[in-house]
């Protein structure tokens, strides 16, 4: 008889033939975890600059302009339309001198209104004053018809008293003067009470009357010299500047029109980037270059309201030294030092602070290849960057932008 041969077992072919590529590709997955992740750079797009130690600058450099020191505006005191103008804008103004004159009908009419007014209310006063005056004349008058009044029953009274005590009158006649002397004494009493209680009251009156007066005069003469406000006229003593007005052109009350320059010396002015906001205070020393000559300035006033990203300064010059050929809108470098110069590690600036924002850079570890390592950055000046930790003295790092490679931990420069 034939000898029946068993078969292989299939399933278990199939099972080998399955397992060979899912162990390549498991093998290739763990190779890529192990392995660092890179990119092939052309050195040409790079920027690489070298650590070294040197003298640290602490300074902020920024464009200011020369202003001058004091400045005045010129506003329109009553609003109107130009009539007419007298100066011109860069011309040397004496304080007083009459710059435009401007046409308001309105306002016209209403000084000329109320100075009638003001006219009629005082002559009113002034009336009613001299029918006071006039009272008291009469008072006064009555007083001495009444003294008089009297002083001719007290005369008689006494000779009528002798007489009768002589037995020249009749007792009638005495007590008849006597009561007539009573009567005046008691009337003239009365009267001069009277009088005087209404002589204080009409005083005061009187007073009353006198400062309303006065008061409207003062009005009067401030509504006249208001009058004269249709006329600009320079506040003081200057150059003109900003001084383009239109005939005809309509302006609003206190709507400026123009500077007047104090010529007493120049102040430089600059906008300086947020950072420097908490840096920057009174009193810190600069130098700014004039016609390639240094000047010595001082930080005069921290304007600390943040508008687009930049706050304003002042600067002023040190000792009145203001250089002769210095010009209002002058634009100069300015340089304001923060502390003094001190020795540290500098790494030159570049795009790759933004893209790190100081954490990390990428350092050349051998002639092709840079590596990704952590570092600490410090103070900073418009030129260097302060280095604190994670590089040495002759170390290179790439400075160029890393946006496009920031997950890379290698770099292989080609």
């Not at 498991?26 to 130690?53: C, G, H, P, Y």
């Not at 505006?73 to 007083?96: D, Y």
């Amino acid at each position: 008889m034939d000898k029946q041969i068993q078969t292989k077992n299939k399933s278990s072919k199939k099972m080998l033939l399955w397992s060979i590529p899912i162990l390549i590709l498991l093998a290739v997955i763990l190779m890529n975890v192990t392995r660092k992740k890179q990119v092939n750079l052309k050195k040409d797009r790079l920027s690489i600059r070298e650590v070294f130690k040197g003298d640290f600058e602490d300074v902020v450099l920024f464009n200011s302009t020369v202003e001058p020191k004091t400045s005045v505006l010129v506003n329109v005191i009553q609003g109107g339309s130009v009539s007419e103008i007298f100066v011109e804008s860069g011309e040397m103004i004496k304080k007083g001198t009459p710059l435009l004159k401007v046409y308001n009908p309105n306002a016209e009419l209403n000084y000329l209104t109320q100075e009638t007014a003001i006219v009629e209310q005082i002559n009113n006063l002034r009336n009613i004053r001299v029918n006071i005056k006039n009272q008291q004349l009469s008072l006064d008058q009555q007083l001495l018809s009444i003294g008089n009044d009297f002083r001719t029953a007290k005369r008689q009274y006494k000779l009528d008293s002798t007489l009768y005590r002589k037995e020249v009158v009749a007792k009638n006649d005495y007590q008849k003067s006597a009561q007539e002397y009573t009567f005046q004494k008691e009337r003239s009493g009365v009267i001069k009470r009277s009088v005087s209680e209404e002589k204080k009251s009409r005083d005061v009156q009187l007073s009353r009357i006198d400062i309303s007066i006065s008061n409207m005069q003062k009005s009067l003469e401030l509504l006249r010299k208001n009058k004269e406000n249709f006329i600009v006229k320079a506040p003081v003593d200057g150059l003109l500047s900003s001084f383009n007005p239109i005939l005809g052109e309509s302006y609003q009350q206190g709507q400026p029109i123009g500077k007047m320059d104090v010529l007493d010396g120049y102040k430089l002015t600059a906008k300086v980037d947020e950072y420097y906001i908490s840096k920057l205070q009174e009193d810190i020393r600069g130098r700014v270059a004039v016609n390639n000559v240094n000047h010595d300035i001082v930080l005069s006033k921290v304007l600390s309201e943040v508008v687009n990203g930049q706050f304003e300064v002042e600067l002023v010059f040190t000792n009145d030294s203001i250089p002769e050929s210095i010009k209002r809108g002058m634009s100069l470098k300015t340089k304001v030092f923060l502390s003094n110069d001190s020795k540290a590690l500098l790494i030159s600036k570049g795009q790759f602070y933004q893209s790190t924002n100081g954490a990390w850079a990428f350092v050349i570890d051998s002639e092709n290849k840079a590596v990704k390592r952590t570092i600490k950055i410090g103070r900073e000046n418009p030129f260097y960057y302060e280095v604190l930790e994670g590089l040495q003295e002759g170390d290179k790092i790439i400075t160029s932008s890393y946006d496009d490679f920031k997950k890379v931990e290698e770099i292989n420069i080609e």
